[in-house]
Nanobody, 125 residues
């Protein structure tokens, strides 16, 4: 079974940076897709970006395109989310997730079957 564990969240001032990690087990790291999502209080879960061994990186949210990047270390079975120029509106619980079926970066959240527990990111103004 696929398991994902996020870490690296915390409190940061506006303009600062954080790097989140998603440690993955039970997944073939030669052929995978991992997406990063977030959910702010009172809002729906939002897709941010995704990495896929078949097609590379796909951004879901224009609001992070110039500030967030995704990378992976296959030797460590870990996917990273580098977040720069953080804003108070980035405050949310951040999740990584793996979709069912063919490894692709799918839009939406319903096709993602495996989720981590989330890590809180709080950006102060």
């Amino acid at each position: 079974e696929v398991q994902l564990v996020e870490s690296g969240g915390g409190l940061v001032q506006a303009g600062g940076s954080l790097r989140l990690s998603c440690a993955v087990s039970g997944l073939n790291f030669d052929d995978y897709a991992i997406g990063w999502f977030r959910q702010a209080p009172g809002k729906e879960r939002e897709g941010l970006l995704c990495i896929n061994t078949r097609a590379g990186i796909r951004y879901f949210a224009d609001s992070v395109k110039d500030r967030f990047t995704i990378s992976s270390d296959n030797a460590k079975n870990t996917v990273y989310l580098q977040m720069n120029s953080l804003k108070p509106e980035d405050t949310a619980v951040y999740y990584c997730a793996n979709p069912r079926g063919v490894p692709q970066c799918y839009t939406g959240t319903r096709i993602y079957d495996y989720w981590g527990q989330g890590t809180q990111v709080t950006v102060s103004s």
